[in-house]
């Protein structure tokens, strides 16, 4: 079983910063990939970051250039800086992982969920 436990939303001011942490426990023998999505009131969950296992980054165009993300493979654990806040980034954030187990197999899991409002 492979858990992972996100912190870091929250209530912020626009223009405000947040940073988002996800921690990967379990039954892990390599990451090949960590993300972060959002899901806004009434709108489908969407890509917003991803970091492959070889360090590339991609991210969503609407937040280019404001957020960050960034990997500690030793504690496998993703970050995601948010910076320049808007209120349209308001959104419940989930992490995913893709990893392989002590069997190879590709698998993936998603975290609980942690709301971010950016709100005057």
């Known amino acids: 079983q492979v858990q992972l436990v996100e912190s870091g939303g929250g209530l912020v001011q626009p223009g405000g910063s947040l940073r988002l942490s996800c921690a990967a426990s379990g039954s892990i023998k390599s990451i090949y990939a960590m993300a972060w999505y959002r899901q806004a009131p009434g709108k489908q969950r969407e890509l917003v970051s991803e970091?492959?296992?070889?360090?590339?980054?991609n991210y969503a165009d609407s937040v280019k250039g404001r957020f960050i993300i960034s990997r500690d493979n030793a504690k496998n654990t993703v970050y995601l800086r948010m910076n320049s806040l808007k209120p349209e980034d308001t959104a419940v954030y989930y992490c995913?992982?893709?990893?392989?187990?002590?069997?190879?197999?590709?698998?993936?899991?998603w975290g609980q969920g942690t709301l971010v409002t950016v709100s005057s």
């Open positions: 970091i492959i296992s070889g360090g590339s980054t």
């Open positions: 995913n992982v893709v990893y392989y187990d002590e069997r190879y197999r590709r698998l993936g899991v």
